[in-house]
């Protein structure tokens, strides 16, 4: 089976449509989590609705099912939860019912690890932790959330992260995305036009930093990674 696999949309509808037209024919679209919330997050769901697709739950989908009716305007993970909640109406509360897990052609798919949807497994997080989020998951994870493509082995198991089709933290705006075919997966990229993107999501969209930084004015991704990795750090 041809699947692609598409991470971290983050309703930005024009990365994805992008990621479509440039790949190649496919069984299966599995969605990987945070999908939404995101400037366009009807949209994407309308269009990802004309494709045959099989999704696992990221933290987007269940913050956006479960959304506090009048977020402190501080926390911007409540109130973008909240923009896509209200857009979307009787579709939020189904992604919060998504699974965990999903595998395919022997491929376990998640958000973040198999145990959580937001738990941070980086590119220079140790051994040990990915070890312990690993242990039982079989010979190849593919997940996504931190927005940066790597490939990683810890003892038996594989670990591939898809990256970000719509907030990519590469450096350079392109979406990333994940090609498995009969099982063996292919890292890969598309350029598009993502400065123009970012700057339509920003016009709508209260959370411009991350947009700024991943599409508009792209932060370079080591920064991105010390900053993610010390917010994985147990407190000591």
């Known amino acids: 089976m041809n699947v692609l696999a598409l991470y971290d949309i983050h309703g930005n509808i024009d990365a994805l449509e992008a990621v479509l037209a440039a790949a190649p024919d496919f069984d299966l679209v599995l969605v990987g989590g945070d999908a939404v919330p995101g400037p366009f997050a009807a949209a994407t769901l309308d269009r990802l609705a004309q494709l045959p697709t099989r999704w696992v739950r990221g933290n987007g989908e269940r913050e956006t099912a479960n959304a506090p009716a009048a977020p402190a305007?501080?926390?911007l993970a409540?109130?973008?939860?909240?923009?896509?909640?209200?857009?979307l109406g009787d579709r939020a509360q189904p992604l919060g019912e998504l699974p965990l897990t999903t595998e395919i052609d022997?491929?376990?798919?998640?958000?973040?690890?198999?145990?959580?949807?937001?738990?941070?497994?980086?590119?220079?997080s140790p051994d040990e932790r990915y070890a312990e989020a690993l242990a039982g998951a079989g010979p190849l994870v593919v997940a996504g959330h931190t927005h940066q493509q790597h490939d990683r082995t810890v003892g038996g198991t594989r670990f591939i992260n898809a990256g970000s089709v719509g907030l990519p933290y590469?450096?350079?705006?392109?979406?990333?995305?994940?090609?498995?075919?009969?099982?063996?997966?292919?890292?890969?990229?598309?350029?598009y036009d993502a400065a123009a993107a970012g700057r339509r999501m920003r016009a709508i969209w209260p959370d411009v930093i991350s947009v700024d930084a991943a599409l508009v004015e792209p932060v370079a991704p080591d920064e991105i990674t010390a900053?993610?990795?010390?917010?994985?750090?147990?407190?000591?």
């Open 73 to 75: 305007p501080e926390d």
């Open 78 to 87: 409540a109130v973008t939860a909240r923009r896509s909640a209200d857009e």
């Open 106 to 124: 022997g491929v376990l798919y998640c958000h973040a690890t198999p145990r959580s949807d937001e738990e941070m497994l980086t590119r220079i």
């Open 170 to 191: 590469e450096g350079d705006g392109a979406a990333r995305w994940l090609w498995v075919a009969d099982g063996v997966p292919e890292l890969r990229g598309t350029a």
């Open 227 to 236: 900053i993610f990795e010390q917010r994985a750090r147990p407190a000591t």
